[in-house]
């Protein structure tokens, strides 16, 4: 479906509902399209394992990595 700037900010409500049907609604300004009112859907997004996490696992240099941290964030003076 198409809408216009001023559909939008006149009938909001029509162009919601018809988005909860299912429908794409797109807003035209000046006759040329400039956004798009889609449904809402949640995902679920999986928790991809960070590659940097662990990082200080293997590092043999640095016994206690909050006390090296600790010492990176102390000021120089």
Not at 8 to 32: A, C, M, P
Not at 52 to 59: A, C, P, Q, R, V
């Amino acid at each position: 479906m198409k809408a216009t700037a001023k559909d939008l900010r006149f009938h909001s409500k029509e162009l919601l509902d018809t988005v909860n049907r299912g429908e794409d609604v797109v807003i035209t300004f000046r006759g040329k399209p400039c956004a798009k009112l889609v449904p809402y859907r949640e995902t679920k997004k999986e928790i991809k394992k960070n590659e940097l996490f662990g990082i200080w696992k293997d590092n043999d240099m640095v016994q206690d990595v909050d006390e090296y941290v600790r010492g990176l964030r102390k000021g120089r003076y």
